[in-house]
């Protein structure tokens, strides 16, 4: 079984004024197998975003279903959306979301204090990430105190620290400069060797060239998918790179 499948989703907003209906998600269907790591692409407006916020329970769909390791997602209630978020989904953003008056230890601590873990367990779970991450000499320091780079390998802690079944990341390359974005790939990489699952919207071609497979959204629609299989980072952001040129200029589907 995937550890998520996504069958059949269609998303429709009613704007405020007029009462116009705008169809953001189309019957999109595809699942995601355990340990992959998966790079979701789009046009501005291509409904990535709408379909990022479903997945991490912010939203729900029109009609659809979406199952996390055999669950339904759709169907939880709205008092348990907040645990259940916490308990399986690990979240990298573009503008990191750390808290200026915590630490870097106490902003990694966050979801497990809210999880009511007791603190020898945070401190535990914290210290192999931390080491991993080489950000065990700034744990005393706050968010406006460290670099960019070291604001998101932060916030990867966090994500990390709850064990989720899955990471949804978002831009997370976005707001780092060319170096920092390097590293950040070379975490995720090494994250998703060790057998976690990563779902990554990106509009980086060069981000997205580090996953495993790539899915294109148009129109609301899945239009086309890459498999890596045994290319090199530089092979795939040619072949990225070129189905981008042919979504933006019109080229039909090639699935």
Known sequence: MSLLEVNNLKKIYTTRFGGNQVQALSNV???????????????????????????ASLDKPTSGEVMLNG????????????????DNLGFVFQDFN????FSIQDNIFLPLVLAG??????KERMQPIAKSLGINEILSKYPY??????KQRTAIARALITKPQLILADEPTGALDSRSTDELLKIFGKINE??????????????????????????GEVFH???????????????????????????????
């Open 29 to 55: 269907s595809f699942s995601v197998e355990r340990g992959e790591y998966l790079a979701i692409m789009g046009e501005s407006g291509s409904g990535k975003t709408t379909l990022l916020n479903i997945l």
């Open 145 to 150: 105190e460290i670099s960019g780079g070291q």
């Open 194 to 219: 060790s057998g976690q699952t990563i779902l990554m919207v990106t509009h980086s071609t060069k981000a997205a060239s580090h996953a495993k497979r790539v899915l294109f959204i148009k129109d």
């Open 71 to 86: 669950n339904s997602i759709i169907s939880i209630k709205e008092k348990e959306i907040s645990a259940f978020r916490r």
């Open 98 to 101: 750390l808290l200026d008056t």
């Open 225 to 255: 998918q890459l498999y890596k299989g045994s290319m090199s980072n530089e092979d795939m952001y040619q072949k990225i790179s070129d189905t981008l040129t042919m979504i933006a200029t019109g080229g039909g589907r090639n699935a």
């Open 117 to 122: 873990r007791p603190y020898e367990e945070m």
